[in-house]
């Protein structure tokens, strides 16, 4: 697309390319930062796929796109790994004619909770999971390996532990049969003869075993003692990566922001989290949480009116 840069823009774009989906939204800078128009695309994990990624970046961009645009902030999983973030902010500088700034999801999201400069915890529990901490301009982060080397207290961790916890209890010969049947109507399998079938299926993808976790948390809440504590694991290695970058900058107040559809639509796992972290960490650190949830685009305008 061929656009001209123009002095008279107003409106700025926020990327968030997760795991699962894209999402691109305009806010009109004269409004506040009010949001105008919103799209949604595919995953946008560099690291998985970079050219489909940056495929559904654009398509979500082009849905919400207006000539006026001033700037663009883009998140997008795995983005922080090597010259990713500079490689395709340039593309989309080339492709929109406007500057576009590059960051991992999770930088994003904590400047979109915190500003970009001011002092926070962003953790991070959704398809993957990652904790980020910003003291005094330097950034240290805990976690967000990716689903082979961590991602712990994410959806996909919870989806993977509850289907661990199915055969281990089936090796045991003490399957939860409420457990299984939730699990397997999610999955569309007709029970335990197809479950190993299902996921050694050369087509599944990490979104697949994320899409347990609603199960298991409405299995929780719902008061199933397995389900809950499945949940109170995940808890426990998400506050354990949170716990770590508290430590590792010997902070003794810090304010913590939660994003992610896992943490922020399961109110199990949340409550858990937040009471593991405050035990691991109560001898060194006062913690609070924000009670809102933090809109990872919306750090467009915030980063453009910092400039």
């Given at each position: 697309?061929?656009t ?9 774009i926020?990327?968030?390319a997760?795991?699962?989906?894209t999402?691109a ?5 004269n409004?506040n930062?009010?949001m105008?128009?919103?799209a ?6 560099v690291v ?5 990624a940056k ?12 000539d006026?645009c ?13 010259e ?9 500088t080339a492709e ?12 994003l999201a904590?400047?979109a ?11 991070i ?17 805990a ?18 532990t509850a ?5 281990n209890?089936?090796?045991r010969?003490e ?5 299984e049947?939730?699990?397997f109507d999610?999955?569309g399998?007709?029970?335990?003869s197809?479950l190993?079938?299902y996921?050694?299926?050369p087509?599944?993808?990490?979104a ?10 409405k299995?929780?809440?719902?008061g199933h003692?397995?389900a ?19 430590r590792r ?5 810090v304010?913590?922001?939660l994003?992610?559809g ?9 409550l ?7 035990l691991?960490?109560s ?13 990872p685009a919306?750090?467009a305008?915030?980063l453009?009116m910092?400039?």
């Open positions: 697309m061929n001209t840069y123009n002095k008279e823009e107003n409106i700025v926020g990327v968030d997760g795991g699962t989906k999402r939204a305009a806010f009109d800078i409004a930062g009010q105008i128009a919103e949604f695309a595919g995953c946008g994990n998985l796929s970079y050219d489909n495929a559904a970046i654009v398509s979500a961009i082009r849905e919400v796109w207006r006026s001033a700037y663009i902030a883009v998140g997008a999983a795995g983005a922080s790994s090597g990713l973030s500079e490689h395709l902010a340039a593309e989309l929109f004619g406007v500057k576009t700034d590059v960051m991992s999801d999770a930088e904590l400047n909770a915190f500003g970009p400069t001011a002092d926070g915890m962003l953790v529990s959704g398809t993957g999971s990652v904790v980020f901490l910003r003291q005094n301009g330097v950034l240290t982060r976690g967000g390996w990716g689903h082979l080397l961590g991602d712990g207290g994410s959806a996909y961790f919870t989806g993977m289907l661990h916890t199915i055969t209890l089936r090796d010969n399957p939860d049969e409420i457990l049947r939730a699990v999610e999955l399998i007709d029970g335990i197809g190993v079938k996921v050694y299926a087509e599944r993808t990490k697949d075993f994320a899409n347990i976790a609603p199960v298991i948390d299995l929780a809440e719902d003692p397995t809950a504590d499945i949940l109170w694991k995940s808890a426990d290695v998400l506050s354990d990566d949170a716990a770590t970058a508290i900058t010997r902070r003794s107040a304010e913590i922001a994003t992610g896992h943490i922020t639509h399961s109110d199990t796992l949340r858990n989290f937040e009471q593991t972290l405050r691991k960490v001898e060194i650190c006062k913690v609070t949480f924000r009670t809102d949830e933090p809109d919306f750090a305008y915030r453009y910092n400039t």
